[in-house]
């Protein structure tokens, strides 16, 4: 069963700013929400990693409101190089381990 | 560059053969992970290990098997293969186990004829 819920895909043109939300009901108390990106045929790359309420990088930020149950990456003026798929991923830690699940993730297509 | 190394980058075999697919972690990380990536599966989490324990365990095949060894590298061995299991198969690496972000790998591509 997933844990997270986003958007199959999304279009945007150059220079737009796009938000991807995820959805993450069950999220527990000492979960962190971290989001990948992901080139075809590449592995995924660490975009960036919250708790709660707002997180920058030089790439995105990362808005999470109080109750924590949805997370939003917002990414500044995209270029045609930011279509790939992101990934948000919430640590499952059944048992006292943790795994690392990625869901289907969101397919971003940038046109110029 | 992740700094995880896989190899080897591509690999053609046999129904019914066994493989080994091979991950160097970067310098200093304990854990390492085993990703599945196929076209209508998505990425789907195989294994952890820690320290050369195994750490946490996912949707891996009872005919897929992995190590860690004593210098932290590790090895998914993959037998019996079958047409299905063709695939990318991802190495990441993280310092330790609590959450932290992972680096990949550029994968081996694995296709079974």
């Known amino acids: 069963l997933a844990k997270t819920t986003q958007p199959i895909s999304m279009d945007s043109y150059e220079g737009q700013e796009v938000n991807i939300t995820c959805s993450h009901n069950n999220i527990a108390t000492n979960d962190y929400i971290t989001w990948y990106q992901q080139f075809p045929s590449q592995g995924p790359r660490f975009i960036i990693q919250g708790y709660k309420t707002k997180v920058t990088n030089e790439v995105a930020s990362l808005f999470i409101p109080a109750d924590r149950k949805s997370s939003t990456l917002s990414l500044p003026r995209v270029s045609l190089s930011d279509t790939a798929v992101y990934y948000c991923l919430v640590g499952d830690p059944p048992s006292g381990t943790y795994k690392y699940i990625f869901g289907t993730g969101t397919r971003l297509k940038v046109l110029a | 560059d992740s700094g995880v190394t896989q190899t080897p980058k591509h690999l053609i075999t046999a129904t019914g053969q066994r493989v080994t697919l091979r991950c160097s972690p970067r310098?200093?990380?304990?854990?390492v992970y085993w990703y599945q990536q196929s076209l209508d599966q998505g990425l789907q989490f195989l294994i952890q290990y820690y320290n050369g324990e195994e750490r946490a365990k996912g949707n891996i095949l009872e005919r897929f098997s992995a190590q860690q060894f004593p210098d932290l590298h590790s090895e998914l061995n993959l037998s019996s293969l079958e047409l299905g299991d063709s695939a990318l198969y991802f190495c990441?690496?993280?310092?330790?186990?609590?959450?932290?972000?992972?680096?990949f790998g550029s994968g081996t591509q694995l296709s079974v004829l």
């Open positions: 990441a690496s993280s310092p330790g186990t609590d959450q932290e972000k992972l680096f």
């Open positions: 310098s200093g990380d304990l854990s």
